[in-house]
């Protein structure tokens, strides 16, 4: 979803380690260290109090980097008028309510929570275990993130359902409520990583090279109820600072198309097939890697290993990566392609039209009514009792797996199978609640079409709107609008238009697509039974027909700003299965 991604913050230096900038975040007051700056040449800052300019001494010079000894030729004022050893060890904090402070306070509501007051603290200190002395380092995340600058927008991050947060980084999990759970999740995530002997030993970075940093991505798992599984943590790499042709080649690896999800779907609704879900355990973490990589060991890996520290530890000791990790850029080709070698050798076939797609071949009677829909790592199995049991027994022999037995979710879809009257209904109810809550749009008044009005370009005396909260909405709304919602295909393709630049009117029209929503977030897709009457009777005879049919249709010259025509299509069998 197209959420904000940049956070406001005032230019403080030169990292001297690194090609980055040092940028104050005035309102987390956290120091942050980054080379994807843009600067804003005509604003200047000027520290409200001596206070907040004092925390800002201390977050450059206590708790970053040494300070470095001015030469002759390049004295500055700042080291000469503030020495290190003068500065207080814990500086005042400024008693004052920022105007952005209270913007974020007002707009957000009940999700608003300020920054702590623990989190101008010195970093080095904060940690009693051996690596946070060890794991200091160039590479080491700033962890106590700000709050999303967003007047209306709501971090993905929050679980609106429960009030749970996602912890942004490993400090903020470690120092949560539920530390004990996230404890366990990253213990659990680092043990797979040992049995499937992803590190190699500690090593010293070779000359001319460069490590990868690390990280930890925190996620709550839930059922098709919304009701909590399990809670996940995984360790990833910076893959973005890998470099082509030295440690990656490829990195396409592709996923089954979600119309042809749907469409093996229609065909179990109608032949009455089981629908089987099974998860890869650790999938990217079983896949050699043909390239040299290395490392920074994540934060925590001594603690939660319970291995102890290293006597001489350097900053140029790292991990070398024998197996594929999370985020490196060859890791989903790596594994598309064992999966997709070990799913060939079992008697599957590809597809032409669908990497992500594999069909069962029996060479006695030409193809078998079943399907293989491949994922990233969730395998969907489509087929009699009797195959399924046999796929899973042959996938289970090569690849740790979760049998989650009957589909009930799969991305983000609610899938509801009635053997008894042969049909399956898809929808998004969850998925809906969610944005409505982020959006705080969950109270609006229902109304019953989803596009009231006929919309033209902004004029330039007509008032604009945040186009980044916009285009948040309309973000949020393409998701279902692929997956179960082709109600609302013309509306957002109308209001994409005007992305760059939406004018207020533009955003009463989107809140309008969000009411409907809330009139009718119920509504499903259906596949077999006795559907028909909505495109006539000759659809309902081609749907219990089970045949494939395709509806195209144009308007003439209906947009009002260039007069270019909107066309648009529909593929049923037995429902709706690509718009």
């Not at 060991?297 to 006597?311: A, E, M």
């Not at 909260?469 to 957002?492: F, K, N």
Request: aromatic content about 10%; overall charge negative.
């Amino acid at each position: 979803m197209l959420d904000y991604r940049a956070t406001p913050g005032i230019f403080d230096g030169y990292s001297i380690l690194t090609k980055q900038y040092f940028v104050y975040d005035p309102l987390a007051k956290t120091l942050h260290r980054s080379r994807d700056v843009v600067f804003r040449e005509g604003k200047w800052y000027t520290a409200p109090n001596a206070a907040d300019e004092a925390m800002l001494n201390e977050h450059f010079y206590g708790a970053v980097i040494e300070e470095p000894k001015p030469t002759e030729k390049q004295p500055t004022q700042r080291h000469m008028q503030e020495p290190l050893d003068e500065l207080p060890p814990n500086p005042p904090k400024p008693n004052m309510k920022s105007r952005e402070l209270a913007g974020l306070e007002t707009s957000l509501g009940d999700a608003w929570k300020p920054p702590a007051d623990g989190c101008c603290r010195n970093r080095a200190g904060m940690d009693p275990f051996p690596e946070s002395a060890q794991l200091a380092l160039e590479d080491d995340e700033f962890e106590d993130m700000s709050p999303i600058y967003a007047a209306a927008a709501i971090s993905n991050d929050h679980d609106h359902e429960n009030g749970i947060d996602h912890p942004k980084s490993y400090n903020a999990a470690t120092e949560s409520p539920l530390a004990a759970k996230w404890d366990m999740a990253m213990k659990e995530e680092l043990d797979a990583i040992c049995q499937h002997q992803v590190f190699g030993d500690f090593v010293e970075l070779p000359e001319g090279r460069k490590a990868l940093p690390s990280h930890w991505v925190y996620q709550i798992k839930r059922d098709g109820a919304g009701n909590v599984q399990w809670f996940k943590a995984r360790l990833v790499s910076g893959g973005h600072h890998q470099i082509e042709g030295i440690n990656y080649q490829a990195t396409y690896a592709p996923t089954a198309r979600l119309g042809h999800v749907m469409l093996s779907l229609a065909i179990a609704a109608k032949y009455d097939l089981e629908i089987h879900q099974m998860d890869v355990c650790k999938a990217f973490l079983g896949v050699d890697l043909e390239e040299e990589i290395y490392m920074r060991p994540p934060q925590g890996y001594f603690r939660l290993l319970q291995t102890g520290g290293f006597t001489n530890f350097s900053r140029k000791m790292v991990l070398c990566l024998r197996k594929s990790l999370y985020c490196l850029k060859q890791s989903s080709h790596v594994w598309h392609s064992t999966c997709k070698d070990f799913v060939i050798s079992i008697g599957l076939v590809a597809s032409h039209v669908d990497g992500g797609l594999f069909v069962p071949h029996d060479k006695d009677h030409g193809l078998v009514l079943a399907a293989g829909i491949l994922c990233v790592d969730d395998l969907l199995i489509i087929a009699n009792e009797g195959l399924i049991a046999q796929i899973k027994g042959q996938m289970k022999k090569r690849f740790r797996m979760h049998d989650l037995g009957s589909v009930s979710i799969y991305r983000g879809m609610n899938i509801e199978h009635n053997r008894e009257h042969l049909t399956i209904d898809i929808h998004q109810h969850s998925y809906i609640r969610t944005i409505f809550a982020k959006f705080r749009m969950d109270e609006s008044r229902p109304v019953a079409t989803p596009m009231a009005m006929k919309l033209h370009k902004r004029k330039p005396d007509e008032e604009a709107c945040d186009p980044a909260i916009y285009q948040s909405m309309i973000g949020s709304l393409i998701y279902a609008m692929t997956a179960t919602r082709p109600d609302i295909v013309y509306a957002i393709g109308v209001l994409s238009l005007y992305n760059h630049d939406p004018s207020s009117k533009h955003m009463v029209a989107l809140k309008h697509v969000f009411q409907y929503l809330n009139d009718t977030k119920d509504w499903r897709v259906s596949f077999g039974g006795a559907l028909g009457g909505a495109l006539g009777e000759s659809t309902h005879r081609a749907q219990v027909e089970g045949t494939l049919t395709c509806y195209v249709d144009s308007d003439n010259a209906g947009c009002p700003d260039d007069y270019k025509s909107t066309s648009g299509l529909v593929i049923t069998f037995g429902g709706a299965v690509d718009w």
